[in-house]
């Protein structure tokens, strides 16, 4: 199948159609392309991790999931100026695989079977690299929404990864399972959408509640883990910190949903931030963290492999993605 050719429409959050994702090749540094899959691996410090891609989403328009209420004139010509569409919007499922000594540890499952066929492909690109779902031991969420918990429940509606500890926030895990979770400080004016959030973390984190590990603001996990707060987008959101030897990458799980966008103006937002206007002020400060710091990043919905750092532009910031010797 060809790259540029649309499939059929598919639901993902916001009820907007995907598109199959597939990219580059290669081994170690590089990416590895078999069916539908693709994997970027590399080495940190002592640990090895590896980027697999869960799927592709288009939106089949930029406002209002992006920089709502915010005059379209100005979001247009932002776009253009970066070469951008102005009539949709890509965006990546990139997922993080981190092996450690005998552990291996996934961040966030992917959307799993709640939004059709066209995503939720992790297991499936899993299995091509010889990792079967009982052999991951731990996973982290970043957050509780169902791009990030939707590939925790099999088609049988149990467990998929039967061997793991999971682990996400305390502050996240009450918030969703409260009988009537606020989201009126969200710019999300969809009811369907909000129910099918709400739903899927209640029954999700209800299926697997045996397997539940508690974390709070700035534990560290497993030896080269480290949890930090970044509430906004949802309660209990968190950015994590991955070292082993003096190197660190960040996973700023959905800190961005844009490549242009939010990061010229944070304050722009994405319309499924939990409290829209916490979800800017930290944004704000982690991007500002993260010029300072220079460290690497990995970003969940970022065009594939989701690396690269963040440098200050003007009154903002700017992306820049990491290049690599061999293209697709």
């Known amino acids: 199948m060809n790259r540029r050719t649309l499939i059929k429409h598919s639901l993902l959050l916001g009820l907007s159609p995907l598109i199959p994702f597939r990219n580059i090749l290669a081994a170690n540094n590089r990416s590895m392309l078999k069916d539908n899959g693709s994997y970027h691996r590399f080495k940190l410090g002592k640990l090895e991790l590896t980027i697999v891609t869960d799927g592709h989403i288009l939106f089949p328009s930029v406002q209002p999931n992006f920089a709502p209420g915010i005059d379209s004139n100005q979001v247009n010509n932002l776009l253009e100026d970066n070469f951008l569409p102005t009539n949709q919007a890509d965006l990546s499922i990139n997922v993080l695989i981190v092996k450690s000594d005998h552990k291996l540890i996934l961040i966030d499952t992917g959307c799993g079977l709640v939004f059709g ?8 690109n899993l299995k091509q690299l010889d990792i079967l779902p009982e ?26 990864f039967t ?3 999971i682990y996400v926030s305390r502050i996240e895990k009450d918030f969703w399972m ?20 709400i739903d899927t973390a209640h ?44 190197q660190e990458i960040v996973h700023t799980g959905d800190l961005v949903h844009s490549s242009v966008l939010v990061f010229a103006h944070p304050e722009w937002g994405f319309d ?5 206007d916490l979800a800017a002020q930290t944004r704000k400060a982690v991007l500002e963290q993260l010029v300072q710091s220079r460290k690497q990043v990995f970003s969940y919905h970022l065009p594939w492999p989701g690396l690269g750092h963040v440098r200050r532009k003007e009154s903002g910031y700017e992306w820049v993605q990491n290049t690599f010797a061999l293209p697709g």
């Open 117 to 124: 066929e066209k995503c939720g492909w992790l297991v499936k």
């Open 135 to 160: 052999q991951i031991t731990d996973i982290i969420l970043t957050h509780g929404h169902p791009d990030h918990i939707g590939g925790l429940i099999n088609r049988q509606g149990e467990s998929m």
């Open 163 to 165: 061997s793991a500890s």
């Open 178 to 197: 409260h009988p009537h979770p606020d989201l009126s400080k969200s710019k999300m004016n969809n009811e369907v959408v909000k129910k099918l959030i």
């Open 203 to 246: 029954q999700t984190f209800t299926k697997t509640q045996k397997q539940l590990q508690l974390f709070e603001d700035g534990d560290i996990l497993l030896n080269c883990l480290k949890l930090t707060l970044a509430p906004g987008h949802t309660p209990g959101h968190s950015i994590i910190t991955i070292f082993s030897e003096g």
């Open 272 to 276: 499924g931030d939990t409290d829209f």
